[in-house]
């Protein structure tokens, strides 16, 4: 019995120290293409490195050096760096963890999925592929830290930066017209997006 009691106890203390874990590190992109430095090897024009859209930690809307930056549609850029400008007045860092993505580098991410989640139809519901990505098209831009996320739920619209999936608080996209009359209704997730499926 008292073997039973130690190993519930230890049980307890390992689920415990999960959920603290899992709570220190916050809401995560479920496939993150951040990254402070290139995966091993990769050259300047391999589609897993910078050149190709994998963006450096720290990486805001003003570093033009970034091509995960630069590429970006610049209507989408000078809403963004409006909305990140008056955010800072108030406190609040938004850091840019995703933005324009090399039609390769968006497919490795694609493959990635695959094996994480086991089958391409679940992968779809996190990564688009090369040639229907907002984020190949640089219309997308995958925003941080978490606690950017109250401001921008509050204050994007006004810059027309709008949530476009309810499983990505973190990925918005430019539509002008939420200005006047607020963001549209999100899809669930990309596999609803009629664009995912051209």
Known sequence: MQLLRRRRAAAAAVLVAVVA???ALGPRSPVSSSSSSPWPGAEQ???RGEAG???PDGTTVFDD???GVANLDPTLLRALRRAATD???GGVALVV????RSPGYEDRLRHEAIAKYGSEAQAARWVATGTTSAHVSGDAVDLGPAAATPWLSEHGAAYGLCQIYG???WHYELRPEPVARGCPPMYPDPTYDP???R
């Open 97 to 100: 963890n995703s933005g324009w």
């Open 167 to 169: 499983n990505e608080p």
């Open 87 to 89: 955010a800072a007045a």
């Open 195 to 197: 664009r995912m499926h």
């Open 65 to 67: 050096d970034v091509p």
């Open 45 to 47: 024009g391999d589609a």
């Open 53 to 55: 859209g994998a963006i």
């Open 21 to 23: 874990l899992v709570a």
